[in-house]
């Protein structure tokens, strides 16, 4: 290797001069192929996918398994093997989530290849589609609308408009002509041109802000993830200095053996530590990941599973997702005295001149397909910002085609009434019109309307009961168009979106005051810029909303990038695709219902189930700081707990986080686990101290208490279990009676593995009753977690959260 590329991580086998190649013939294959071999391709050298190496060294060497291997020597060296039974499953809980990690990744690869971006280069004068990573320094690429910039290019000849927001910030459409640069990361919004790549892999733009971006921070865990991570942050810092106290206060102070002491406050760490949440939290969402890439959806970021459980705003666009994406021409009204023959010639003219670079000009070159007659001096092509399109013919001056209120807005009472008339009945209105402004001047008010060009596409089958699903789940549809407000009305209206006869012109919204009102009083949007449909999306989450947004072109791709869950189509543009957090790869709107459940399953399921988790630590902490302060022994042993663990949270927490639920989620998950799992933590925490204070009274012997307080903690855990069935279905009594079979039956067969002891008459007595006074007790517990979970959802309903309130300053 002789050296590398300025600023790259890519080493070169062969220094390689430039090639200025020409922009019709590009480079040839031989000098393609030889770039290639020597390392100047556009490979990306970081990517956000984990290695398998970072999944194996993320699951292994974790805090928690390193805590888990100490105490697992400890109690292999005070020779208490029996004790060892928690760490095998320790080693299995890893194994488990190592394989599922792998699976993912393996299917996501898969798919992935399905939406990643081609790339059209020349070729030895040909026209050549290949992998965006197979493209090469200096080949001749073509942009066009739609396209993602994935190099650094200089534009050799053409002309488009490129949005650079996703790399600069900056809204605004910038226009590129020859010798203009092109950064990777922005996007075409309208036009085509030829650009030689004067930066590929590491050292374009794009690459070197991933890079940057991926040194700063590695952080792209959900919420839940984050959450856990803190709670476990905590936990592993308070363990170390308890553990420590807790077997000094053992052995020094109740004088037990260092045998026992170490059993003992091995029993209480392990109690302490939720070793399953974490791993449950990550199956479960990796399995939800590999039931969505069934579903045909690509997931980019786990963490929108999450987000989209709690999604109550859905964020919809017109053509593509109410609509069908492909339209036709439905009607020519000439206005005024040009002849039917001269607007037909006229529009096909303007066809020819004209890029296929969105669905209106490919329905416009389908209908008006005419051999042209006039060959133009100047294009302007179509601008969402503008709303129109242009060109200067010689001899016949400059026609205008687009939105007839931007073009032409005092356009008289006949020409409005026949534009309201075929809006309202969910037609798309263009006005063609003729203009004596130079094309940079458009529009002027010297401009005379030729005619009304009126197109439709038909509503899709499937949306009225799409969008009948999501009202009924509670979620609220907005419509946010660039067509005319009540064109997107009237299609909104067929679709059966509630509240959609409440539109408003997206162009009267002039303040950010107006915006934040707009959201809340209607449900269409029309004539919506891209920067606005961001502001939107903006403003709805100023209003404490999680917002959904769905979209597939150029257009959407700012609102994409702002939502909290992004979907994109996969026929749509390829940049919505890239900054998506899920790709719909059948392009089909019908299956997002079945993508919502999804998410609201998983994420459901895992707030139950983590209350199990949840409850074992609460009584072993608070059971640990009772026995420092009192000078109490620990009753229970770690062989003891997995017993329990195996019957009342391990398996239970799987089957649970495998049932349907699509109730939306609503508050904070920790908060909420742990104020499900608060009346079972305590119950067990009480009724385990007043076994400690109460047994040596009645000369129970010490293993007989740790027998007795293994069946009480199993019998609390059995009523949460059973709490957490209600209501009960089939497979939740089957769920109860097999739990409660497993721990009895290996209480009674498994006796001498868990550390069991045979009860005399009055530890039997003792512990019917404390079970028995337990249950009051639970359920009283239980309805005051309840309605304090409620106060809090109340809470949280009424007042936009912290995040929210950032977004309007």
Do not use: W
């Not at 190496?53 to 398994?65: G, Q």
């Not at 299917?107 to 197979?134: C, F, W, Y």
Request: aromatic fraction near 6%; charged fraction near 15%; hydrophobic fraction near 45%.
């Amino acid at each position: 290797m002789v050296s590398s590329r300025k600023g790259s991580s890519v080493s070169l086998q062969k220094i390689l001069p430039r090639i200025d190649a020409p922009a019709s013939k590009g480079l040839t294959a031989e000098q393609a192929r030889e770039r290639l071999i020597n390392g100047y391709g556009n490979s990306a050298p970081v990517s956000a996918e984990r290695t398998v190496t970072e999944i194996l060294r993320d699951n292994v060497c974790t805090y928690f398994n390193l805590v888990f291997f100490i105490l697992a020597l400890l109690v292999a060296l005070v020779g208490s093997f029996k004790n060892l039974t928690f760490f095998p499953i320790v080693l299995i809980n890893t194994a488990i989530g190592i394989i599922q990690e792998l699976r993912a990744r393996k299917t996501l690869s898969r798919l992935k290849l399905e939406t990643e971006p081609n790339a059209v280069v020349i070729r030895g004068g040909e026209v050549v589609t290949l992998p965006a990573d197979q493209v090469v320094l200096d080949d001749i690429a073509l942009f066009s609308a739609g396209n993602r910039i994935y190099a650094d290019a200089v534009v050799v000849s053409g002309e488009c408009r490129v949005n650079e927001a996703l790399v600069t910030g900056e809204a605004d459409e910038v226009v590129k002509q020859p010798g203009s640069t092109l950064l990777s990361g922005s996007f075409v919004v309208s036009g085509t041109c030829r650009a030689r790549l004067d930066k590929v892999g590491a050292d374009a733009y794009a690459a070197q802000l991933t890079a940057e971006a991926k040194k700063q921070s590695r952080d792209n865990q959900s919420v839940i993830l984050k959450s856990l991570t803190r709670l476990v942050q905590v936990i592993g810092f308070l363990i170390i200095p308890l553990g420590i106290a807790l077997y000094i206060q053992q052995s020094a102070v109740l004088g037990r053996s260092v045998t026992d002491s170490v059993v003992s406050t091995v029993g209480a760490l392990v109690g302490m530590i939720p070793e399953g949440l974490y791993l449950l939290v990550s199956i479960a969402l990796t399995v939800s990941v590999l039931r969505l890439a069934q579903k045909k959806t690509l997931v980019h970021n786990m963490g929108c599973i999450e987000t989209l459980a709690r999604v109550d705003v859905l964020c919809v666009d017109k053509t593509g997702t109410i609509t069908e994406t492909t339209m036709s021409v439905s009607d020519v009204i000439p206005l005024g005295d040009v002849p039917t023959a001269d607007i037909e010639q006229l529009l096909s003219d303007y066809a020819a001149a004209m890029e296929a670079d969105n669905e209106t000009m490919r329905a416009l070159k389908v209908r008006f397909s005419g051999k042209p007659r006039r060959r133009p001096s100047a294009v302007m092509p179509f601008s969402s910002e503008k709303k129109f399109s242009a060109a200067t013919f010689m001899g016949a001056g400059t026609f205008i085609l687009g939105a007839p209120e931007k073009i032409l807005p005092n356009a008289g009472e006949e020409v409005s009434s026949l534009i309201a008339e075929h809006s309202s009945r969910g037609g798309r209105v263009l006005l063609l019109a003729q203009s004596a402004g130079a094309l940079q001047d458009l529009p002027v008010e010297d401009t005379r309307p030729l005619a009304l060009v009126v197109l439709s596409n038909a509503v899709r089958p499937e949306a009225p009961r799409t969008f009948e699903y999501f009202t009924n789940q509670g979620v609220t549809i907005k419509v946010i168009s660039g067509d005319n407000p009540v064109t997107a009305s009237s299609v909104a209206q067929q679709a059966g979106i509630p509240g959609a006869e409440q539109y408003v012109d997206a162009s009267t919204l002039t303040t950010h005051r107006k915006l934040l009102r707009a959201v809340q009083d209607y449900t269409v949007f029309g004539r919506v810029t891209p920067d606005q449909k961001r502001r939107l999306v903006r403003a709805l989450k100023a209003h404490g909303h999680t917002v959904a947004m769905t979209g597939d072109g150029v257009n959407d791709v700012l609102a994409l990038k702002e939502a909290d869950c992004s979907i994109a189509m996969a026929s749509g543009s390829d940049v919505a695709c890239h900054v998506s957090q899920l790709v719909l790869l059948d392009s089909n709107f019908s299956s997002l219902p079945s993508v919502v459940a999804e998410g609201r399953r998983v994420i459901n399921n895992i707030g139950r189930s983590a209350s199990l988790y949840l409850t074992k630590n609460i009584f072993s902490f608070l059971l640990t700081i009772c026995a420092l302060i009192f000078a109490l022994q620990y009753p229970v042993t770690p062989s003891q707990l997995i017993l329990y663990n195996a019957a009342f949270i391990g398996i239970p927490s799987f089957v649970l986080a495998l049932e349907p639920n699509t109730s939306r989620v609503r508050g904070k998950f920790l908060a909420s686990a742990f104020l499900r799992a608060l009346p079972a933590g305590l119950v067990n925490f009480l009724a385990l101290m007043a076994l400690l204070l109460l047994t040596p009274r009645y000369g129970i012997a010490d293993a007989e208490l740790f027998t007795m307080a293994t069946y009480i903690i199993g019998f609390v855990g059995l009523l949460m279990l059973i709490r957490l069935c209600l209501p009960f279905t089939p497979l939740r009594i089957a769920l109860c009676v097999a739990m409660t079979v497993l721990f009895c039956g290996g209480a009674v067969l498994l006796s001498p593995l868990f550390s069991l002891a045979p009860l005399s008459g009055r530890a039997v007595l003792i512990t019917v009753i404390t079970c028995v006074a337990s249950v009051p007790l639970f359920a009283a517990l239980s309805l005051i977690a309840q309605v304090l979970n409620q106060r809090a959802l109340a809470r949280e309903s009424r007042s936009p959260s912290r995040k929210a309130k950032k977004i309007l300053l």
